[in-house]
């Protein structure tokens, strides 16, 4: 693997396996990560660990009298760390930006349900992927929340394959494409963005500046570029090379 991807004090990495039955609990995406498991380009993610261990220890994984949260063991003293995210063969139903809207005389929408009918009397409305046919004419929506989105409107189930244990930078060239990431292109070719929170190209030019970059390079730095704007304010940031729950899932047809 590059050394620019993995740290050199990466070094160990731990394989999770059960055979308890599964369960079924939510989980929480983003709009491009929705996107990209809807492209079928997704099938990995990566979720810190909180609190992170002082000092890894050891780590074991099972349910305690039958169904229920998976437990790890971390630092010198072994502590109990809950992992919200099960065990090979879970499922996870995907909470995401979303919006019920109910018709109006049969014409328009309204967000506000008539008298007498409930949100399931409603039409779910899904942020990713979602295109407004004439802004114009229909304005803009007020998305609600992900945790707010009950489970008879999620479009999306994942079932784990793997889980496992490691480094944030222990990531692979393949495994970041497995994660969904996609390099935007403009007429001229390949887009870096440059201002914003966190900017891709800033990660490329810390490693080097005066050399082109390759297509796997410019994957990472993307990568590392939408880790940290999501979880650099929170102290796990790219650079902190946090150690993460990673999760191969697939996607369960309706």
């Known amino acids: 693997r590059s050394s620019w991807v993995s740290s050199s004090f ?3 990495e731990y394989s999770v396996n059960t055979t308890t039955r599964a369960t079924n609990r939510p989980i929480v995406m983003g709009q491009e990560s929705i996107e990209a498991i809807r492209a079928g380009i997704k099938t990995m993610t990566r979720r810190v660990i909180n609190p992170q261990p002082d000092y890894f220890y050891s780590m074991s994984f099972g349910r305690r009298g039958g ?3 998976h437990t790890a063991k971390f630092g010198k003293i072994p502590r109990d760390v809950m992992c919200p995210f099960g065990g090979e063969g879970d499922r996870r139903w995907v909470r995401e930006a979303f919006q019920i809207a109910h018709k109006v005389q049969g014409k328009t929408y309204s967000v506000i349900p008539p008298t007498g009918t409930t949100d399931k009397d409603g039409k779910v409305f899904y942020r990713a992927g979602y295109k407004v046919p004439d802004p114009d004419r229909h304005g803009t929506i007020k998305w609600r929340s992900p945790i707010f989105m009950p489970r008879w409107a999620s479009r999306l189930t994942l079932e784990i394959e793997e889980i496992r244990v490691e480094r944030l930078q222990r990531i ?3 495994e970041i494409k497995q994660e969904g990431v996609r ?3 403009t007429e001229n070719g390949i ?5 914003g929170d966190h900017p891709p190209i800033f990660y490329l030019h810390r490693k080097e500046k005066s050399r082109s970059w390759t297509a796997d390079e410019l994957a990472a730095a993307h990568f590392a570029s939408g880790w940290d704007c999501l979880n650099a304010a929170r102290g796990f940031g790219w650079e902190t090379n946090p150690w993460v729950f990673v999760l191969r899932f697939k996607v369960l047809k309706s």
């Open 191 to 195: 887009g870096i963005r440059l201002t």
């Open 67 to 69: 169904p229920g949260p």
């Open 183 to 185: 390099i935007p292109r």
């Open 172 to 174: 692979s060239f393949d």
């Open 10 to 12: 990466a070094l160990y």
